[in-house]
């Protein structure tokens, strides 16, 4: 069987399933069984593949065709501007996402010497593109999960930023040292009354930690906001990502820790998602 073939037969079975970037996908997950890039895939349509990797292929698109992530069938995603390893252990990061390194970069576009602390660092995609962009930056990463930091560190060695990074298991509430010039967040913020109702690819797949917000979705993001009062230096930034129904109740707290609202920040779909808050 050739390429062009395999692509079109397994284009056919997720059409099938309603997936909706059949023909991406497939191509997709070809390049990662025979170890060649997109490109490759598209000039060499006629070149032939052999049964192992034609049976690799079929499992992974019948995966897909149960509405696995392609992110975790291919263990890659792309962020920002650099490619990071993730599995089902971490949060697939989203293009919405990118607007808090937007902002990060923005906010301190003239200043180099920043330490800040990311509170759920998962695979590192917020945190890492930013060591990235600011080459005196430092950072320190904080998670529940030991597979999340694990994964951060695999990240963060691949692109050579680990020298400047620290990596804590722990909940934020247990930390009590550093004083940091800006947190930044993307905390858990989905009613647990929504869990069910969010897409299968999501809710299936997805670590439940990662989207679990408690019962109005502000449970940790409550935390983030408390703990931050404390570990901020006066004017400080806390920067978070919120649910597009949580603009309100969000600034009530940060008014309520101390902290002052500079501005919120919408996302591509024009809903509020990103609030920064300076500690007065």
């Known amino acids: 069987m050739n390429i062009e073939i395999a692509i079109k037969n397994a284009c056919k079975e997720l059409k099938k399933k309603d997936i909706r970037s059949a023909l991406l996908d497939s191509e997709l997950l070809l390049s990662k069984v025979i170890k060649k890039d997109r490109k490759f895939i598209l000039l060499n349509l006629d070149k032939e593949i052999n049964q192992s990797d034609q049976n690799n292929f079929k499992d992974l698109i019948i995966e897909r065709s149960k509405g ?26 989203r293009p919405d996402t990118e607007i808090i390194i937007e902002q990060v970069l923005d906010i301190y576009k003239n200043k180099d010497n920043v330490n800040f602390l990311e509170v759920g660092i998962g ?6 593109s930013i060591l990235k962009e600011k080459r005196f930056f430092r950072a320190t990463g904080v998670d529940l999960s030991q597979d999340c930091i694990e994964i951060c560190r695999y990240n963060a060695n691949r692109l050579g930023v680990y020298d400047r990074l620290k990596l804590l298991k722990s909940d934020v509430d247990n930390l009590i040292f550093h004083k940091y010039d800006l947190i930044i967040s993307n905390p858990p913020y989905i009613k647990k009354i929504d869990l069910s109702k969010l897409d299968k690819e999501v809710k299936n797949y997805e670590p439940k930690l990662a989207l679990d917000g408690g019962l109005e979705g502000l449970s940790v993001i409550r935390k983030v906001i408390r703990k931050s009062s404390n570990l901020l230096k ?8 919120i649910g ?12 309520e820790n101390n902290f002052y609202i500079d501005r919120i920040i919408k996302d591509l779909a024009k809903n509020d998602r990103c609030i920064i808050s300076i500690k007065k």
Not at 234 to 241: F, M, P
Not at 246 to 254: A, G, N, T
């Open 68 to 93: 696995k992530p392609l992110a975790y069938l291919t263990g890659i995603k792309s962020f920002w501007n650099y490619d990071f390893k993730i599995n089902e252990k971490v949060l697939i990061p």
């Open 244 to 255: 597009h129904d949580q603009r309100e109740l969000v600034r009530k707290m940060l008014n």
């Open 234 to 241: 006066i004017n400080g930034k806390l920067i978070l990502e």
């Open 123 to 128: 695979s590192g995609c917020i945190g890492l």
